[in-house]
C-alpha cells in the first residue's frame, strides 16, 4: 500500500507535530491503527479517560516489529491527563501510569484534558455535582512543565481551554502551552479562539472534525450540512475531506476518527490541492452552534456556574 506523507508543523517547544492525527476515543481494533500507520498516520491520539492507552501501546509495538515504522520517533503520540488527576501531586503519578499503559518512555505530547478537577475517586463521566472541586490552573501547569523537564512529555498543552483559561495560565506559566485541543469544524469554526492561540504561538488541534457523525453524541451539522455537499460535489471529493482540508487551511490540526479503512485512506488525502476563495467564504457563512457544550461540569455550587463561565462566554 502507498504510504501517504503528512506535512508537520514545528511546535513552540521545538518539535514536529503531523498536520492530521488518528483519534482513539472508542478502542479501535489493532488491525485497525496497523492499517492506519501502513496508511501514513504517525500522530495518535488517545487519553487516560478513553482506555485506549494500553492498545495503543500495544498497536505501536505490534508496528514496530512488523517493520511499519523504523523507531519509535517516527510516531507522535499525545495523551491526556483525567480531571480526577488535575492537581499539582497527582500529575506526574498519573502521566507515569500513562506511560507504563503505553509501553512507552515518553509521550509527544501530553494534555490537560479539560479545565476542571473532580474528586480522586469520582466516576469517569458519570461523577456526582458534589465531585466537582475548584480546579488549580498555576499548581496543576507548574506539574506539567516538571513532566516536561524531565522528558516524560516532549511538549505539553492544553484542551478545551477558552481565552480567559488560557490568559490565567499564561500569566503563571514559565513554559507556554504548545498545543490547544479544541471542538472545531465548519460548523464551530473557533475564529476568537484561533486569532489568541496564533497571537501566543499556541497551536490548534481540532477534536469532532466531522461532528462526531453517527456516533452516540454525535451531531450531523458538518456531515449532512449542504455548503459542504455542494463544494464535495463540485470538486469530486467527499464531504470528510471537505471539512478536514477547510481545518488544515486554518492552520488547526484535525484530529479524525474513522475505522473503516475506505475512509481513512479518503482522510489522510487533503494535502495535495486546496479551497480556493470562494469557497472558504462559503464555508464561512455556515451556521455556528458549539455542539459539546458539556454541561456536565456546570453546577450551582461547582466552580463553573454556568456554560458561559465554563467556556469563558464563548458559547
Known sequence: METKKVPEVVLNSGKKMPMIGFGTGTTPPQQIMLDAIDIGYRHFDTAALYGTEEPLGQAVSKALELGLVK??????????????DAQHDLVLPALKTTLKNLGLEYVDLYLIHWPVRLKQDAESLKFKKEDMIPFDIKGTWETMEE???????????????GVKKLSILLENAE?????????????W???????FCKQKGIHVSAWSPLGGYKLSWGSPT?????????IAEARKKSVAQIALRWIYQQGAIPIVKSFNKERMKQNIEIFDWELNQEELDKISQIHQSRFQKAEIFVSDNGP???????WDGDV
Open 189 to 195: 469554526q473557533q475564529g476568537k479562539l484561533r486569532e
Open 175 to 187: 513554559i507556554a502551552p504548545a498545543v490547544n485541543q479544541v471542538e472545531m469544524n465548519p460548523s
Open 71 to 84: 523507531n519509535r520517533d517516527e510516531l507522535f503520540i499525545t495523551s491526556k491527563l483525567w480531571c480526577t
Open 304 to 310: 463553573y456556574k454556568t456554560l458561559e463561565e465554563l
Open 222 to 230: 458538518v456531515m449532512e450540512n449542504p455548503i459542504l455537499h455542494e
Open 147 to 161: 513532566c516536561y523537564r524531565l522528558g516524560l512529555a516532549k511538549s505539553i498543552g492544553v484542551s478545551n481551554f
